[in-house]
């Protein structure tokens, strides 16, 4: 089973390294022609048809199902700066969309800007270092990103030596370079408070993947008619032009987003992050057979190879220490701790008092507390509890019988006198 989740994992990543080119190729004057935010509009109003009926699927027997689709229900009852929270990490996201999707519009190599958000990951670290989501960075993250941007630098240099600009007009490479670099900063700032959110107030990812196609829509239909984008379009798209707006809409909006969310939970964040570079290769890949955009520069290979294995080392490394720790501490779980607003790990026993406290008290607040553990599990530490009551009652009795004894020689005693 681990053998297919890797499987599916490495399949997902190469499914977003083939959406950067076809984005720029729907977006594209030569090709499908389509506004950017008409493009966001139409795919993600599908994204969010599809993640309301599994939201509804997953509470159909629950009452107040409609009122589950809005983040309101879930964060009643939780201080303002929840709320704060997690609509400026909708926003973040909404931004970061908007920063990469534009940035394949104006690039020259889409393989370029994906080289470029696979620095995303080294991001995330450095922001939940800085606002203290995480205790410390990991080893080697400094060497491993000056060498990942310097890959990076080659694949920019690479582009401008080969004077080919993909003969495509309107193209902008500066401006597809800062907007790749704003979509890094503003995805990880929404990976590393997407994850204090989900932990602390017990959000389902696809309650906030709802809140944030929630503001999306509207936002970019907006924007749409606002810059006049030309929502015709989709008249002269084509046979090949409708595939690949099923593929976003399906294959990514949908599909790829769901099996990331659901991989990331069977085999944990860094190891679906570990194979993230073999995006830039499939990027590379598509580049040449769907927009003809060949490198013709050493560089640009050279830059592609140093950040592939660069990335995957690092990453690699990440979710080896994961799996290691994990299997360290098989017997331990993940608890919030709100006093210090940190996970904390609880041994077996610590387990076993905690959900008898919560069986027992029904005042307990279980808010904060992780997954519960299994019955079978419960079963055992009941009976062991058990049986430790017993020893405890049979001491109390030598101790009981001990007491008569002693007092009735001292009675002895003083008749004797």
């Not at 083939?18 to 493009?39: C, D, E, R």
């Not at 509207?218 to 707006?245: H, Q, R, Y």
Request: with cysteine; net charge neutral.
């Amino acid at each position: 089973m681990f053998l297919f989740h890797l499987i599916l994992t490495f399949f997902l990543h190469v499914m977003n390294g083939v959406y950067a080119t076809i984005l720029a190729w729907v977006q594209s004057p030569n090709h499908g022609k389509m506004g950017t935010f008409t493009l966001l509009a139409s795919s993600n109003f599908i994204g969010l048809i599809f993640y309301v009926s599994l939201q509804l699927f997953h509470v159909r027997k629950e009452p107040n199902k409609i009122s589950k689709l809005f983040i309101f229900y879930h964060l009643k009852g939780y201080p303002r700066s929840a709320w704060i929270l997690t609509f400026f990490t909708a926003i973040v996201w909404v931004l970061a969309n908007f920063s990469t999707v534009y940035s394949f519009r104006y690039a020259s190599h889409p393989s370029v800007i994906q080289g470029l958000s696979l620095l995303m990951p080294f991001m995330v670290f450095f922001i939940s270092k800085v606002f203290k989501i995480s205790k410390k960075l990991p080893r080697f993250i400094i060497p491993a990103f000056f060498i990942s941007v310097g890959g990076c630098l080659m694949m920019i240099l690479g582009v401008n030596k080969s004077q080919d600009n993909n003969q495509v007009p309107n193209t902008n490479n500066t401006a597809a370079i800062t907007l790749a670099i704003l979509f890094d900063i503003f995805a990880a700032f929404f990976f590393s408070f997407q994850q204090k959110i989900c932990r602390t107030y017990k959000i389902r990812a696809e309650v906030l993947l709802i809140l944030i196609k929630q503001m999306y829509i509207p936002s970019t239909l907006a924007l749409s008619f606002i810059l006049k984008e030309d929502w015709g379009v989709f008249k002269n798209l084509g046979v090949e032009g409708w595939m690949f707006m099923l593929y976003i809409t399906i294959g990514i909006m949908c599909l790829s987003r769901l099996g990331q969310t659901k991989m990331v939970i069977e085999i944990g964040a860094a190891l679906y992050s570990s194979v993230q570079a073999v995006r830039l290769p499939s990027t590379m890949i598509s580049d040449y057979f769907v927009l003809k955009a060949n490198p013709h520069w050493p560089l640009q290979y050279i830059g592609a190879i140093i950040s592939f294995i660069t990335i995957s080392l690092f990453l690699g490394y990440q979710a080896y220490l994961e799996r290691k720790t994990k299997k360290n501490n098989k017997n331990k779980r993940a608890v919030f701790d709100p006093s210090t607003s940190s996970f904390i790990e609880e041994t077996e026993e610590e387990i076993a008092m905690t959900n008898l406290l919560e069986n027992e008290d029904p005042n307990f607040p279980n808010e904060d507390l992780d997954d519960e553990i299994d019955n079978n599990e419960m079963k055992k530490i009941e009976i062991k509890i058990e049986d430790v009551k017993e020893i405890e009652d049979e001491m109390e009795e030598i101790e009981e019988n001990k007491t008569k004894t002693e007092e009735v020689k001292e009675n002895q005693t003083q008749n004797e006198n």
